[in-house]
Every structure is written in C-alpha cells, then in structure tokens.
C-alpha cells in the first residue's frame, strides 16, 4: 500500500531522486535508471545478482577499484572471473563459457584511451544466452555515446565525474532497458541502501545542465592540448583516441560523436623523480586522481589512480613511470596549455 503521493521511507526513493532518475534515463536512451551513494555502490550491486559458480568476464584495463571490487566479490562468493583483452575481440569470444553470466568492459580505457568496439563487443556475447553486457561509460558522457543504441544491456557510471561535473558529489549508476533485471537490481538498491541523498541529487541535476556545453568545451580544449604535446619536443607520446593518428580514431568516429577530456602522455627521458617534479610544478593543473570536473587535473597512474595493480598488470595495460594522465578541464585553452609547457620545464631543472 502507497502512502501519500506514493513516497513512504526517503531509502526507497524521494521526489529529487526520481527526477533525476528519470533524467538520467532520458539521456542514456534506456527505460530505466538506477542512481547509488558511489559508482563503486553501482559496480557492486551490479555484480550482487551474479550468484556462485558464475563465469564473469572482464575487461583488464577497467578502473582500478572495479578491478579491485571485482578480485574481492568473486573471491568471496565464488565467481568465475576472468580477465579479457577489449582490444582483441577474436581472442575474447574464446573465453565465453556455457556458464557466463556478465562481461563487463570500459569504451574507452584507463588510463590509454584505447576505444572498444561495443557493437561488436556486444553481438559476440549475445551469441550465447543470458549475458549480460555491462559497460562503464563514465569516460565518454552519453552526450557523445549511447552504450544501449549499440546493443549493451546495462551501462553504468560514476557519476562523480562528467555527469555530476563539479567534482562535488560522488555518485553511481546504472541505466537499462530490461523490465525483469531492473527489479532484482531495485530491490538491491531500495533493500541494499546504498542510495544518494536528496542534496547531492540536487546537485547532480544541477550538473547536468550544462552537461552538453561542458563535455563540447572538454574536448576542444583536450583535442588543443594534445596537438600542442604533439610538438613539445619534451613529450614521447600522446594518447587521444581524436587524433587522427592514434589506432582507434576511426572507431571511435563510428561509434561516437566526440570525445570528452581524457588524455594521456609520456614525458621524454623522465623517470619517478622527474614525473613528480612535473606534477608538483602545476599551478593551475591541480595534482589529483579524479577526472571529469571543470578543472583541469593530472597525475601519474603508476603511482595513484592504479598503484594497486601489481607490476605485471601495470606492464599489460601500458603504464610506465613517466606517464600522466589528464583530465582536461574547461578553463581558457592558453592557460592550460602555458601551465604544462612552464612544469615541462621545470621536471628536468635542478
Ligand atoms: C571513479 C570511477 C569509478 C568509481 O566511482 P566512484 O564514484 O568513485 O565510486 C568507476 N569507474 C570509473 C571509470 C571511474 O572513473
């Protein structure tokens, strides 16, 4: 029995977020959509449906407390997990067993910028029955990708990032078409409790707002400060999948409308101390972890956003001492790119 206007106990859900909830839906394109405290909250009531003795398939180069959640949960119920090569899609449809349950991948990958054909992705593991496809679109924004238009099941993000936008809230979701798994996944949520307060859904549809004009201004200015890196005799190599020469710009063109403010680069003959140097010398660049918000931040993946991947897995993945990663805010284009030229500098004086 509804109470008053059909909300009873704030856990199951509030005016505001609601609203937002059915937002979120609108602009991913799906029927339903399901906001949590953390995207890291999302990741594991996602994988709360997946039951002992499942095979789930993942992606190796996802975020690093995803893969972390990932070791633990199936340690701990006994999931089958096993980790794939997104890059390699022939090799993947080998892995997939009369037991998978889940594949779960990122479009575009932490820290490379590697892009990830998600049709194809998607078509190979539909192959066998009831696989789900869950992607992290967190990197992209649905204002350039629609993970669902290209046949994926479930996206998720952390919404910490471009979708909340102002580094202010940290926040999940997960947005679906299929009537049947979004029940067990809002009985999670409504049951499991790990939902956003009223404020900080306040907050997140303030953000998303400007969600268009904020992810337009992203890449602009990423796109700028990667062609810039390009010529600064300093750089080894740039990673931005909207240069024309990177592997992955053709498929990131067909799938996508654009690209948001990841980038990453490796400086020239730096080793740990150098990096740090460079890092530290930012002045505007804010040295941090996160991404997605209107400032600009950079960092060093080995030594922060993955530090506890071990030193195998940093190899496979590509991530050597010298290389940042930057999430390119929307500040004056000039002034992003004056701040990294002057601590360019300043990583090789004494
Ligand atoms: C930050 C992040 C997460 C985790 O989300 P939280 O909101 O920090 O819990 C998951 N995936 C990606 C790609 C992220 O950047």
Redesign the pocket.
Known sequence: MMCQKGFQYGRWGNPTRNNLEGCLAAIENGKHALTFA????A?WSMLSILKNGDHLLCAFD??G??LHLMKMVAEEKGIDLEFFDAGNLNEFEKLLKPNTRMVWF?ITT?PMCKVVDAKRLAEISHKRPGVLVVT?N??MSPYFLKPLNLGVDIV?H????YLNGHSDV???LLVLNDDNVHIKLRDIQHHGGAVPGPFDCYLALRGLKTLAIRMKQHMANGIQLANHLKKNPRIEQVFHPGLPDHPDHDLLKKQASGYSGMLAFTIKGAGEKETSKFLKALKLVTYAG???GCDSLAEAPGSLSHKYLSEEEKRKVGITDNLIRCSVGIEEVEDIINDVDQALEAAFKN
């Open positions: 953390t995207g890291c909250a990741t996802v975020y407390g995803t990122e932490n992290d967190t990197f998720m952390s919404m910490s990032k940290i926040m999940g996160s991404l997605g």
